[in-house]
């Protein structure tokens, strides 16, 4: 997709001559391949405010063939050292990732030549992954899409059952989303049973589901590169009144914070929409995180939706709405969606039932 990333990297000029540099050096490898579509381990960009002719991308010779593929349309470099050869060929003041590039880094390309005037100039380029495309939409919702279908093969199968172990659950869900499409998880799925369900961040280990246990699963897959993330609570057995009463209310906040998300809604009103919910019902105090994060390329990413920070929704901006009561030595709930901030509705990406389910 060269005029896809083409056109990425003109929009990233605009945003270099704001900074008021001549050039940006990218080495962020998330940032590079947004940019130019590169995919490997090693590799840099120097993107000239300029234009395309003085744009150059650099790896290393493990990469040769693989670049020419994925990166067609700009002139290469081939050196071990990319940032730094880059660096070599640049003059003018130059920013650079400074989120990304350690103290040792930066003295290493400061010296590099005497050409150059190294600026900082963090987060242009997550300015413009805040917002996706529409092929980036469409790799979010493909990787939604194989995690619900690995959901929903694990409890057509009876992988859902008491005396199974959370590792056991984890392991299949993961290799039911990779026969689905996924190339990997989004991240160490988190399977939760029982008084665990009630720790936010769990991770599995050899605990035996329990008839009568909150099952709480944590989980996503991964599509060109792009994530999902969705958590779905389930009862294993019958549902007492307490869990059915705390998954409603769960139900319902989850539902509040999904219709906030709306186009110029601030990013803490989305958060305290959720939150009303859970705190009237007098469980503020067990809401211990934020109620979501944007996903991308990154599982987690700009914006948070929180109750402090700032920022405003925007068309295009693909976030997770997720928020938890965690009950601890009792167990929790969270229910967690991925959705498309949408001009009228936000499009809900993962599919798979919010009502109770007793397996």
Known sequence: MPDLHAARRDALRAL????????????????????TGFTGSNAAL?????????TLFCTDGRYVTQAAAEVPDLEHVIDRDSAAALVKR???RTGFESQHVSVEQYEALATASAEVDLVRA?????????VKDEHEIEAVRRACAAADAALAELLERGGIRPGRTEREVARDLENLMLDHGSSAPSFDSIVA????????????TDAVLMQGDFLKLDFGATVDGYHSDMTRTLVLGKAADWQRELYELVRQAQEAGRK?????????DVDRAARAVIEDAG???????GLGHGVGLEIHEAPSLAKKGDGTLSVGMTVTVEPGVYLAGRGGVRIEDTLVVRDEAPELLTLSSKELVVV
Do not use: M, W
């Open 16 to 35: 270099v001559r704001q900074a008021g540099a001549d050039a940006l050096l990218v080495t962020d490898l998330l940032n590079i391949r947004y940019l």
């Open 46 to 54: 120097l993107l000239h405010a300029d234009g395309e002719p003085k």
């Open 90 to 92: 640049g003059s003018g």
């Open 122 to 130: 963090p987060g242009l380029v997550e300015r413009l992954r805040l």
């Open 193 to 204: 049973t029982g008084a665990n369900s009630a720790i936010p961040h769990h991770r599995p």
């Open 260 to 268: 906030a998300v709306l186009p110029g809604a601030r990013t803490v």
């Open 283 to 289: 469980h503020g105090e067990e809401f211990s995180h």
